[in-house]
């Protein structure tokens, strides 16, 4: 299932290594996080949702799991 973190990558057409870059963790990390396979860590939540433009708590809950595009809150 789509993401909200994916969906975002997708509408803004960023890549995972430009954003691995940007928070100077490794590419696979992002790959998680957009799948949803991880939860996105609390000191790379802030610089994420600035990255994709979107409120933190639009992309993750409150444990860092990501949401899925679905889910309406």
Do not use: C, H
């Amino acid at each position: 299932m789509l993401t909200r973190i994916e969906k975002a990558f997708r509408d803004k057409e960023l890549l995972g290594v430009e954003v691995a870059r940007l928070l100077k963790v490794s590419e696979s990390e992002i790959s998680k996080w957009r799948k949803g396979r991880a939860y996105v860590p609390q000191k790379y939540r802030m610089p994420l949702s600035n990255l994709l433009g979107l409120d933190i708590s639009e992309l993750v809950d409150d444990r860092g799991i990501p949401k899925l595009a679905e889910q309406k809150n």
